[in-house]
Structure formats: structure tokens, C-alpha cells
């Protein structure tokens, strides 16, 4: 790096902290902000309240988790990441001499038990050079930790200190980024996947109206909270698996979680995971009558309650192909097919059809993964863009159809994202880009990127020579694919009507 590049430490003051802040390549970045810490430094499990301006910032860490299941496809970067139980920390690019930027905050995902918004793969560096944009990325408590326990003996209940994180994440931002040259009236929330899920929830949480007025949903999952009984029933096997660990290290005082290691929590929260494999996720938020309400996935509900003023939602060809990739292709029977896609469509025989002759002479297999992706992401996204727009917010639905040459993968879950951030060197021990040539890397990227850029900058998605992305109008339904080839609308899937 020339020294051209790369210029002296500098210093950046918000409020009452002071912040260490380099610049490279025009951009400045500030690493690891702390945006709160624990009003009870002594319970993990405690609310957030501001951060303490003589400790403004912390080396990078993640919160505690276990290998990712998506290893296979995302590779080693997260795992190799120190961890702690105090990494309330976000990262922060703005161009050089930023002033009333528009900011872009995304939150990562990892299915609510895994993930980090400091990992390399998330630097925001190229959008925040070509976008004019200040981009802020956010790390928020995971498992049990932010879904589980502190009831101190009391009846459970749910806590959903993910959501809280977050959305203390958000004030920090909305209070603290003019300094760093962002405008706190022109926010657009991201997230992917776990992160997409709370963007979208935090999308109608009244706590969060005013905290940003755009928001972009990658590859958003159909998972409805827990209710109570689910709740329940999940944090008595939590509260069991600990049993063993919290007699042996417990002085007698204080909840069982107070007395063991972050690693007996995950081992705890592991057998949690392993309860409902095969049912769907072990750890995941749950209704709690204020953060998260019950009607979450009740598109009409949560359309008609946003406080936003636009959408942008994408996802992958083929999303499940990154959770049944550990399911062996022989291992899937015709039958299974057939039940999976009886218990989740309202027509089956409908649905049937559509996937033979999507995939025509493929595996069971391949169309199990069709089958689970038009449930769980592709029909979300088309029926929350309809209700949005009957709600009179413009949405637009983006397709990724570029395929990795990794074996078994198709299109799946987290592969847009290197082409939406733009930095493939960051990511050059995934194997899902493995032999994945470098131009048709930087020619998806960059068509993709201005899309999520044109949405920060004024809530309309563009190509790279400007045009609106057209939004979705269910009187004539479209979404905008992105291939290898080129781009263009294409017809969303026949009216399939997942079962809810």
C-alpha cells in the first residue's frame, strides 16, 4: 500500500468520546465503537445503556458462538475471530471528508446463533467509496445469549436482547454519525438472513420509528416467533442441559447461567439445537408483546404497521441448497418430496408440477431444495412485496441467479453476499468461490452493487447506468433477476400459496 493510500491515525469526535479513526484509499474507517454496555456489568444478561465515552472503542471480537453450519460454504473467517460476551461493537467506513451522507447499517446473519458484523467478509470500504455512502455494520448477542435464559428462577419469559442490542445499536447511530458524516435522517437497515429477520421486525417495532426510514431484506426467512408454549418448552431444555455445570461451579446464590462459562452455555444451547433437528431451528426469537410481536409474519399486519417508506428485498436461486448440503442425494426419496410439499402448500399437486418443470429429470434431492427455497425465502419475498405495496410502500424484488461452481451448492443462501459487498479478496478462502472466474466475479458485482447503493442514496434501486430497477406491482408481477449473463425482470413464480 503506498503511502498515498494509506494516511497518519486520526481522531473523531462524537459527543463527549473521541475516536481513533484511519484512512485508506480515501475512505476512513473506525473500528470497533462500542454503541452500549451492560447497565449490570456482572449479568450477561442485562439491558444495554450508553456506552461509557472513556472507553469509545475495543479490539475487534464476536460474540460467543460455535462453527457456523455454512462453514462449508462461507469458510474459516468467523471461526478464527476472538470472542467475548462484551462485543457490543460496530464498524464504521465514511469517504473522506463525509458531511450528510446517506447511511447504510447492516446487521449479519448466522440463524440467531452465529455471525458478526466485524468479520472481514462485511468491510464496507468499496461501498462506502463508490456509494457516497457512510456504511456501519453491527455485532448483537447470538443463542442463548440473546434468546435465552436470565431469569434469575422466575417464571421464563422471553427477553430477545438481540433485538434490544441492535436497536441500542441504532440510537447510537441516529444520536453519533453526523460526526462521522453520515445524515441520521436518511438511514436504510440491511440484513441478511437472522439479520434480515430482525431488520425486517425492527421495520415495525414502534421503538425503532425515526431510527431509519429504509429497509433492505437479503434472503429474509419465513420463521414466525416462538409462542410461549415453544418458548417454554425450549428454555427447560436449555435450563436442563446447564443443570450439571451451573451444580458443579455454583456457589448456591445467583440463576444457574450466572454460574457457568460462555462455553457451557453453547454446549447447552448445542443440545437445545439438536432437540428440534430435523424441526426446524432450536434458538430463535420469540413473541414477547414488544419487541417482537406474535403477527410477525403476518405480511398484511407488519406491512400496514411499518414505519418505512421503501423496500428492497432479494434472494437466491437456490437458498436451501446451504442447509441440505450435509443430506446425502440418495437419501431423498420422491415420497419426501411429496410430504414436504403436502404439509407447506396449499396445492400440492400445483406445486408438484411447477418444481418437476423447473428441474425436469433432476434429483429428489434438487427439488426438495426448490421446494424448501419457494417456502421458506422466494414466496416470502414476493407476498411481503405485494403487502407492501397494498400498504402504498414500493418494493423491489431482486432475484440472485449466478450459480457457485462449488459442487452441490446451485445458487445458495450467502452467495450474493461477496457480490454485494464487492470484495472478493476478503473472501478468498470460501470454497463457494472456488474456481468461480474473477471477470464474471466483477461483472455481477458490479451490477449488483449499484442496486443496493441507488437504494441507499434515495430508495430506488438502479443499474449501473442509473435506471430504476422497476418495483414490484402485483397487477402485472415482476422481479429483476441478476445472472451471470445479464439482468432483467422475469416473471415471479405462479401463485403457489405456501401453507402458513
Known amino acids: 500500500m503506498s503511502a498515498a493510500a494509506t494516511e497518519p491515525l486520526a481522531e473523531i469526535r462524537a459527543g463527549e468520546a473521541v475516536y481513533a479513526a484511519e484512512t485508506h484509499h480515501g475512505v476512513v474507517s473506525v473500528r470497533g465503537v462500542r454503541y452500549g454496555e451492560r447497565l449490570d456489568p456482572s449479568d450477561r444478561f442485562a439491558p444495554l445503556g450508553d456506552p461509557s465515552p472513556e472507553r469509545p472503542q475495543a479490539a475487534a471480537t464476536v460474540f460467543p458462538q460455535a462453527a457456523g453450519s455454512l462453514d462449508w460454504l462461507l469458510g474459516p473467517a468467523l471461526s478464527r475471530m476472538p470472542q467475548s460476551e462484551d ?64 431469569t434469575d428462577g422466575a417464571e421464563p419469559g422471553p427477553r430477545n436482547l438481540g433485538a434490544a442490542d441492535i436497536l441500542q445499536a441504532l440510537k447510537w447511530v441516529h444520536r453519533n454519525i453526523a460526526a462521522f458524516g453520515g445524515d441520521p435522517g436518511a438511514t436504510t437497515l440491511a440484513g441478511h438472513s437472522a439479520g434480515a429477520w430482525y431488520a425486517y421486525v425492527l421495520s415495525f417495532t414502534e421503538q425503532a420509528r425515526g431510527l431509519f426510514s429504509r429497509t433492505a431484506l437479503f434472503s429474509l426467512p419465513w420463521q414466525p416467533p416462538l409462542n410461549a408454549a415453544g418458548f417454554g418448552e425450549r428454555s427447560r431444555l436449555f435450563a436442563a442441559a446447564l443443570g450439571a455445570a451451573a451444580a458443579d461451579g455454583s456457589d448456591g446464590g445467583g440463576s444457574p447461567e450466572a454460574a ?98 423447473r428441474h425436469p429429470g433432476a434429483t429428489a434431492h434438487a427439488k426438495l431444495v426448490e421446494a424448501m427455497s419457494l417456502h421458506q425465502f422466494r414466496l416470502a419475498a414476493t407476498e411481503l412485496a405485494g403487502r407492501a405495496d397494498q400498504a402504498g410502500i414500493p418494493a423491489t424484488l431482486l432475484r440472485f441467479s449466478v450459480r457457485s461452481r462449488l459442487e452441490g451448492a446451485a445458487s445458495p443462501h450467502c452467495f450474493d453476499l461477496p457480490f454485494l459487498f464487492g470484495n472478493r479478496p476478503d473472501w478468498e478462502d470460501a470454497p463457494m468461490l472456488d474456481g468461480f472466474p474473477g471477470e464474471a466475479f466483477d461483472a455481477v458485482s458490479d451490477r449488483l452493487r449499484p442496486m443496493l447503493l441507488g437504494f441507499v442514496a434515495d430508495g430506488v434501486a438502479r443499474t449501473p447506468g442509473g435506471s430504476a430497477v422497476p418495483r414490484f406491482d402485483p397487477k402485472s408481477p415482476a422481479l429483476y433477476r441478476v445472472s451471470e449473463t445479464g439482468d432483467g425482470t422475469a416473471a415471479v413464480e405462479p401463485e403457489l400459496r405456501p401453507r402458513r
Not at 473522506?96 to 447511511?103: C, E, F, I, K, R
Not at 462455553?263 to 426469537?285: C, D, F, H, T
Not at 426419496?333 to 414436504?340: H, I, L, M, Y
Open 260 to 357: 457457568v462459562t460462555a462455553g457451557e452455555i453453547l454446549a447447552a444451547q448445542a443440545a437445545v439445537s439438536k432437540a428440534y433437528a430435523g424441526r426446524g431451528l432450536g434458538l430463535m426469537p420469540a413473541a414477547d408483546g414488544d419487541l417482537v410481536p406474535s403477527w410477525a409474519m403476518d405480511f398484511e399486519a407488519a406491512a400496514a404497521a411499518m414505519h418505512v417508506e421503501a423496500l428492497l428485498l432479494g434472494s437466491t436461486d437456490d437458498e436451501a441448497a446451504a442447509f441440505l448440503h450435509a443430506l446425502p442425494v440418495q437419501a431423498v426419496s420422491p415420497d419426501q418430496v411429496a410430504g414436504f410439499v403436502g404439509a407447506h402448500f396449499d396445492d400440492p399437486a400445483g406445486a408438484l408440477s411447477f418444481i418437476d418443470a
Open 87 to 150: 462485543s457490543f461493537l460496530l464498524d464504521i467506513w465514511a469517504p473522506s471528508g463525509a458531511q450528510d451522507l446517506p447511511v447504510l447499517v447492516f446487521l449479519p446473519g448466522g440463524a440467531f446463533i452465529s455471525g458478526a458484523g466485524n468479520v472481514r467478509w462485511y468491510d464496507g470500504a468499496r461501498l462506502a467509496r463508490e456509494g457516497g455512502a457512510v456504511v456501519v455494520t453491527v455485532n448483537y448477542r447470538l443463542g442463548a445469549l440473546g434468546l435465552l435464559g436470565g
